[in-house]
């Protein structure tokens, strides 16, 4: 997990992001509000999604070392029940994110538990849990902003850390990729680099050299913006042409389109 973030860092994200989302939600006029980046749902789906989705992941990391999907975080997350009132729902969300607070900063960073993404390059324990419950977050954060009309960018030090996250935990897999091998690079204005490379053998993702310079080993599209624009466009909230596109474009449009095996 190739990330300068430790778990106190993360556990800090998290609390910054929550309440930034707690904000916006208190200054929604309505929670019937449709959110244009998550289609079909309103603004109470999205409270409900990321409250109750703090709650599954503090019970997963709480039962430790598991090889399927605790039955007890299942049927919590199923039967999770959001207050209407205001006053309440700000207390549901802050309990919720202190209690996925509580079990991270109890298992400590190294301890395993069950995670969706165990064909990837993520590993599947605590700060891998921390790591994404920070971009989960900030990007419905997001949403919540855009949703009331007034989007603001990712903190820089959420999205550097975005883009290499995405990269090594939702794209990366052991799955075939089925058409011609590739390679995409990502280039963060004034940070980072990194190569995703799809093959027969799935997809492996690594930070390039500063510069983002490979010599005569090009990549086949190159995406570049700033880490928030990446990341906002990695969860397809913001199209391509939001950000400098070099090579083929059709390459991105089949890695959005595919469905590896799990």
Do not use: K
Request: with cysteine.
């Amino acid at each position: 997990m190739a990330t300068t973030l430790d778990l106190s860092d993360l556990l800090r994200l998290i609390d910054e992001r929550s309440v930034a989302f707690r904000s916006a939600v208190a200054s929604a006029p309505s929670l019937d509000a449709r959110v244009p980046t998550c289609p079909e749902w309103t603004l109470s789906d999205l409270v409900r999604h990321l409250g109750g989705g703090d709650r599954f992941w503090a019970t997963i990391v709480g039962t430790g070392p598991s090889d399927t999907l605790p039955e007890r975080a299942a049927a919590e997350r199923a039967a999770v029940a959001v207050p209407h009132e205001r006053e309440a729902l700000s207390a549901w969300l802050a309990e919720s994110t202190g209690l996925l607070l509580s079990a991270l900063r109890e298992a400590g960073p190294e301890r395993g538990c069950w995670t969706w993404w165990g064909a990837s390059q993520s590993p599947q324990n605590a700060a891998a849990v921390a790591r994404h419950r920070v971009q989960e977050t900030a990007v419905h954060t997001y949403d919540v902003q855009v949703a009331l009309g007034g989007p603001r960018a990712l903190p820089e030090d959420v999205a550097l850390d975005g883009v290499d996250e995405f990269l090594s935990t939702c794209c990366a897999t052991t799955s075939a990729w089925p058409h011609q091998p590739a390679a995409f690079d990502f280039h963060a204005v004034g940070g980072a680099s990194w190569r995703l490379t799809v093959d027969g053998d799935g997809a492996r993702s690594r930070r390039l050299p500063a510069g983002g310079a490979e010599g005569r080993d090009r990549a086949g599209v190159s995406v570049g913006g700033t880490a928030g624009d990446l990341v906002l466009y990695l969860y397809d909230r913001v199209p391509s042409n939001s950000l400098r596109i070099d090579g083929d474009p059709e390459l991105l449009d089949l890695l959005r389109a595919w469905e590896p095996e799990e």
